[in-house]
């Protein structure tokens, strides 16, 4: 089975070590290769004369991938971002990163049950993150982005999917759990943290970038606040897109192949 990640920039991915290890843990003949993508469109459909399964989409391209799918998954549709694409008569597209970042929260012991949730971003994975959020029963889901009406529309659109959880945009304010979803500590880009220092600390705090201490992740470390950074989110999203690409694992035998994988990583 052929597949593999776009983005750019890719050379930090663990994704191919990611299913490095899952052709051993399963027994299963996968080929994944990272690439570097300029052209998006370019990028799949050689792929898809490649033949290959499916492809994983990060940063930038997850819009693009969104626009590039033929149909949607409900999960697609809601977030309004695509990182799985299953190719084959049609294209489909598929967002694990929601799923992933849930069982994350399960596999850390966060609980969103009834907590307001502050999210840095407005892009993809912050949609994903306040989806997530308000599936996992948050009370509140609150978006601070430098382009506020982005921001809006994010609240906006997700609200139509959870008539439960309020949802708004605007500066940053107090909240119980902080998920910072901007790119910010990624290799390549600024190492700053996006939370003002004047707020009340969390009681958790989840970074999805992975693999670095980034400046956010020492704040809310010293604050006192859980912090856990996006590396079990970029396991378990990536067996969800094992799933979608192949076959079921089921709850039990994705956690335990996540948790021996997140130790090989670490």
Same mark, same amino acid.
């Given at each position: 089975m052929k597949l593999g990640l776009f983005g750019n920039p890719v050379s930090h991915s663990k994704s191919p070590a990611?299913?490095?290890?899952?052709?051993?843990?399963?027994g299963r003949k996968i080929s994944y290769e990272a690439v570097l993508v300029n052209d998006f469109s370019g990028a799949v459909a050689k792929a898809r004369?490649?033949?290959?399964?499916? @492809?994983? *989409?990060? =940063?930038?391209?997850?819009?693009?991938?969104? /626009?590039?799918?033929?149909?949607?998954?409900?999960?697609? %549709? !809601?977030?309004?971002?695509?990182?799985?694409?299953?190719?084959?008569?049609?294209?489909?597209?598929?967002?694990?990163?929601a799923a992933g970042l849930m069982d994350a929260f399960k596999f850390a012991d966060v609980v969103m049950s009834g907590?307001?949730?502050?999210?840095?971003?407005?892009?993809?994975?912050?949609r994903a993150a306040g989806y997530a959020a308000a599936k996992s029963g948050a009370q509140s889901v609150?978006?601070?982005?430098?382009?506020?009406?982005?921001?809006?529309?994010?609240a906006r659109d997700l609200a139509a999917y959870f008539p439960r959880t309020r949802f708004s945009a605007g500066a940053a304010r107090? @909240?119980? *759990?902080? =998920?910072n979803a901007l790119p910010l500590?990624? /290799?390549?880009?600024?190492?700053?943290?996006?939370?003002? %220092? !004047?707020?009340?600390?969390?009681?958790?705090?989840?970074?999805?970038v992975y693999g670095r201490r980034t400046a956010f992740q020492r704040q809310t470390t010293r604050t006192g606040a859980r912090t856990i950074d996006g590396t079990a989110m970029l396991v378990?999203?990536?067996?969800?897109?094992?799933?979608?690409?192949?076959?079921?694992?089921?709850?039990?035998?994705?956690?335990l192949l996540a948790g021996r994988i997140i130790k090989e990583l670490s």
């Open positions: 990611i299913f490095s290890s899952l052709c051993a843990e399963l004369a490649a033949g290959w399964r499916g @492809a994983s *989409v990060t =940063i930038p391209f997850k819009l693009d991938a969104a /626009k590039a799918a033929k149909r949607l998954t409900h999960d697609a %549709k !809601a977030i309004g971002a695509v990182n799985a694409l299953k190719f084959g008569k049609t294209i489909i597209g598929h967002n694990t990163d907590v307001r949730v502050l999210v840095f971003g407005a892009g993809g994975a912050a609150h978006f601070t982005n430098r382009t506020f009406s982005t921001a809006t529309k994010c107090n @909240a119980d *759990v902080w =998920i500590g990624l /290799k390549g880009c600024p190492d700053k943290s996006p939370a003002p %220092k !004047a707020l009340r600390p969390p009681k958790a705090a989840v970074d999805l378990f999203q990536a067996l969800r897109a094992y799933e979608f690409w192949d076959r079921p694992l089921g709850p039990a035998r994705r956690a």
